[in-house]
């Protein structure tokens, strides 16, 4: 199974730390965020990447080159100046990601999830790793049935990890132009095709400094 790094985003909320840097390239006690995401997922067997670039993409390109560091093969998906969200992201990116299920994971996210559980996954649609929603996002993002099936609407609702597994069929119809994941997995629910797990360890979205210097000190 492939796996795609979602690594285009700007980093809005951390503006003053990513005007020359792009927010993968911000470092945990030394180490590259996307560096950790990488090793993680080469040590799931997961050797085939492609990572999806926009702002200052070169200096991630610079940095991982072709893999061969770490153990795995990268290629990229570059969309340019303006990144394509996470949807037209993907959608740009399928002549890489070929015709099987897939691998997605946000490169700002840090967790101890075991991918490895992911990687004979077989999905028509989406299987989403979902997560307890956190205090900056408590109103969440799906309901999870008793019997896994997502849904937009529902009590309890959890918030997603930013890790699932995808067929490329999710985006093969979607138009060229930017896209958000949730509004293309909203649109296709209620559906058996679209399920989800909770997950109850570790995991921590870096989308803020505070939080960085917060996953460090875990880290750490």
């Known amino acids: 199974m492939k796996a795609m790094i979602l690594a285009a985003g700007r980093g809005e909320r951390m ?26 997922l080469v040590a799931a067997g997961f050797n085939d990447i492609v990572i999806n670039l926009a702002y200052l993409g070169h200096k991630i390109r610079d940095f991982a080159g072709n893999g061969q560091d770490f153990g795995c093969q990268i290629r990229y998906s570059d969309e340019g100046n303006s990144a394509l969200e996470t949807a037209g992201g993907v959608r740009h990116a ?70 699932g597994v995808f067929h490329p069929s999710l985006f093969s119809s979607l138009p060229s132009r930017p896209l958000k994941l949730g509004a293309v997995l909203r649109h296709n629910m209620p559906s058996p095709d679209i399920t989800g797990e909770k997950y109850q360890g570790f995991w921590m979205d870096i989308g803020t400094p505070e939080r960085l210097n917060e996953v460090a000190q875990r880290l750490r």
């Open 15 to 40: 503006r003053h730390l990513t005007e020359t840097l792009p927010k993968p390239l911000l470092k945990v006690n030394g180490k590259p965020l996307i560096q950790y995401t990488i090793e993680k």
């Open 94 to 163: 399928l002549p890489l990601l070929g015709d099987a299920p897939f691998l997605l994971i946000n490169a700002d996210i840090a967790c101890d999830y075991p991918l490895i559980t992911l990687k004979t996954h077989r999905v028509k649609k989406a299987h989403l790793v979902l997560v307890s929603n956190p205090p900056h996002h408590p109103e969440g993002d799906f309901h999870l049935q008793t019997d896994g099936i997502l849904a937009e609407h529902g009590a309890n609702k959890l918030t997603y990890s930013g890790i």
